[in-house]
C-alpha cells in the first residue's frame, strides 16, 4: 500500500455466546480462515449474522458449525464494538453476547472445515488475555463481573421461533 492510502474497510454483526458449566467456558479456536481475528486465539463460539438472519438464528447456526451443539436457550446480556486489522482489512465488528444454555446430552464436535477446528471446555477463570480474542476477553470480563448466569439480567430470546 502506498503511502497515504487507505486500508479496505469492513463491518461485520455477530452473535457470540457464553456457555458455562461450572468454573468452564466452552471456546472454540480461531483458524487462517477467520476472517476478523488472527489464528490460534480461543474464541466464543458463534459469528456473522448473514443479511436477512435475525441475530438468534444466526447464533444458533453458528453454535451448532461449530461445536455440533444445539441451543436451547440464549438470553442478550451486552453488545460491544471493536476495530481490529485482519489480511489488509480494517473491519469494525459490533458483537452481540448471549448467555446461552445447550440441549443437554449431546457432545461438542469441531467443525471440520471453517474458521475453527477445535472445540474444548476452558477455566474462564484460568485464561490469559494473550490466548483470547477481544469479544472471548470482554466476556471473561462479564463472568469475572457475575453478570451472566443470573436469570433475568437481559432480553430472554427463543432461538427457535
Same mark, same amino acid.
Given at each position: ?7 479496505p ?8 455466546g ?43 447456526r ?30 469494525g465488528?459490533?458483537?452481540?453476547f ?8 449431546e #457432545?461438542?464436535?469441531?467443525e471440520?472445515?471453517?474458521?475453527? +477446528? !477445535? *472445540?474444548?471446555w $476452558? &477455566?474462564w477463570?484460568?485464561? #490469559?488475555?494473550?490466548?483470547?480474542s477481544?469479544?472471548?476477553? +470482554? !466476556? *471473561?470480563?462479564? $463472568? &469475572? ?17
Amino acid at each position: 500500500m502506498t503511502a497515504g492510502a487507505t486500508r479496505p474497510r469492513s463491518t461485520r454483526v455477530s452473535a457470540y455466546g457464553l456457555v458455562v458449566e461450572g468454573d468452564r467456558l466452552l471456546l472454540v479456536r480461531l483458524t487462517d480462515d477467520s476472517p476478523v481475528f488472527p489464528p490460534g486465539l480461543w474464541h466464543l463460539p458463534g459469528g456473522g449474522i448473514d443479511p436477512g438472519e435475525q441475530p438468534a438464528e444466526a447464533l444458533v447456526r453458528e453454535f451448532r458449525e461449530e461445536t455440533g451443539r444445539e441451543v436451547a436457550q440464549a438470553t442478550l446480556l451486552d453488545a460491544r464494538t471493536y476495530e481490529t486489522h485482519r489480511d489488509g482489512v480494517v473491519w469494525g465488528l459490533t458483537a452481540l453476547f448471549y448467555e446461552v444454555r445447550l440441549r443437554p446430552g449431546e #457432545r461438542e464436535s469441531a467443525e471440520s472445515e471453517g474458521s475453527t +477446528d !477445535a *472445540v474444548e471446555w $476452558l &477455566r474462564w477463570d484460568e485464561l #490469559r488475555d494473550a490466548e483470547l480474542s477481544p469479544p472471548t476477553v +470482554d !466476556a *471473561v470480563r462479564i $463472568l &469475572r463481573a457475575g453478570r451472566a448466569g443470573r436469570v433475568g439480567t437481559g432480553t430472554q430470546l427463543d432461538p427457535h421461533r
